[in-house]
C-alpha cells in the first residue's frame, strides 16, 4: 500500500470532485504551491493511485433508461469456463461492470440500456446462448438512491 499525507489525501479528494482541476487551482484548494501540486499528483499517476480521468456522461440524456443487474449461473466451474465467459462479458459494451460472486450466483453484471428490448436481446440472444451460462436472472432498476464512484478517502488512517 502506498503511503499518502494529509496534502495527498486533499489532492486526491479535490480531484474525484473535479478531475479537470489544473496545478494552480490545485494549490488554492489544498495550501501547497502549484509546482508541489504537479510534482504529487504526477507521482499519484506513476504509483497507479490516480488511475486515470474521465467524463461522467448524463446516459438517460443520451437515452439509455435501463440498468439491470444480472446475476449468471455457469454450466461448470472450471478455469476454462470462467476465462470464456469473461471474454464474452469484455466484448458487450452494455455491460459496465461484472463482478465474480461468492453465494448463489457465480456473477453479478451492471449493464446500461437504452430500454426492454435491449435488455431482452442481451439476456436472450448473448448470455443465456453462450456456452459457459447455465442460469441468467436479471433485475431492473426501479430508482438510484445513491450513485457514488468516489472512494472513502476520510476513512485512510494518516
Known amino acids: 500500500m502506498v503511503q499518502l499525507d494529509t496534502f495527498d489525501l486533499k489532492l486526491l479528494a479535490a480531484l474525484q470532485d473535479d478531475g479537470r482541476l489544473t496545478n494552480q487551482q490545485l494549490a488554492d484548494l489544498i495550501g501547497l504551491s502549484a509546482s508541489q501540486?504537479?510534482?504529487?499528483?504526477?507521482?499519484?499517476?506513476?504509483?497507479?493511485?490516480?488511475?486515470?480521468?474521465?467524463?461522467?456522461?448524463?446516459?438517460?440524456?443520451?437515452?439509455?433508461?435501463l440498468i439491470?443487474?444480472?446475476?449468471?449461473?455457469?454450466?461448470?466451474?472450471?478455469?476454462?469456463?470462467?476465462?470464456?465467459?469473461?471474454?464474452?462479458?469484455?466484448?458487450?459494451?452494455?455491460?459496465?461492470?461484472?463482478?465474480?460472486l461468492t453465494g448463489d450466483a457465480d456473477y453479478l453484471l451492471k449493464a446500461v440500456l437504452r430500454n426492454l428490448k435491449s435488455l431482452s436481446d442481451i439476456v436472450n440472444n448473448v448470455l443465456m446462448p453462450h456456452q459457459s451460462v447455465a442460469h441468467v436472472r436479471s433485475s431492473i432498476v426501479l430508482d438510484k438512491l445513491k450513485e457514488r464512484a468516489k472512494l472513502p478517502l476520510s476513512t485512510i488512517q494518516k
Open 68 to 100: 439491470a443487474f444480472i446475476q449468471i449461473t455457469l454450466a461448470t466451474h472450471s478455469p476454462d469456463n470462467a476465462k470464456k465467459f469473461r471474454e464474452l462479458v469484455g466484448r458487450v459494451d452494455a455491460i459496465q461492470e461484472a463482478y465474480s
Open 37 to 65: 501540486c504537479s510534482r504529487r499528483r504526477m507521482r499519484l499517476e506513476e504509483e497507479k493511485v490516480i488511475s486515470g480521468y474521465h467524463a461522467d456522461l448524463a446516459g438517460e440524456v443520451l437515452g439509455f433508461e
